[in-house]
């Protein structure tokens, strides 16, 4: 089991439950929320943790995904899976929660890491219900290349909108155990 030690504790995670979407995807969360997947825990086979808009954000993101999928023994595409999660919490990060009015709030936004037989599943849900926009790769640019580059890490992705106004986007790396 992944715990972390700087996700809300206390008082704050009455806050934090109505911050939880009740859908990550076409996955249901237990009503009320799960508070293990607030803290960012890992069951078998899935893993989650929240995203802030903080300088630290890319390395605790990298961190976590590395951790989850030492433990579950991947093989080969480890760093493949972590620069696509990266790359689609970075996504969250700049365009949906460095606009947030309060960054004193939790984030509203989720990591899940899913362990399928050949594959990690990578999966951002954040409060925006405007769809992913995939820009055309200007080669000076040091910004705009997130989606392309999941798009060539991965072997498909996609996005989805919830009935309660959040989205996931998503993608299937392949993996070895």
Known sequence: MITHSDEPS???LADLA???PHEIGNLT???PPDWGLALGVSAAGFAAKSLKAEESSGVRVRGFTRTVI???GVATGEETVVAVAWELAANAIQHVLRGQEDPALPGRAWLGLVRRDEAVVCAVTDCS???PIP???EPMSGHGRGLYLVDRLSSHWGWSQS???TKTVWARVPAAW
């Open 18 to 20: 109505g911050l939880i």
């Open 135 to 137: 820009r055309t790769l």
């Open 163 to 165: 009935s309660s106004g």
């Open 29 to 31: 969360l237990s009503n």
């Open 10 to 12: 206390g008082e704050k």
């Open 70 to 72: 030492d433990q579950w």
């Open 129 to 131: 219900p405007l769809p």
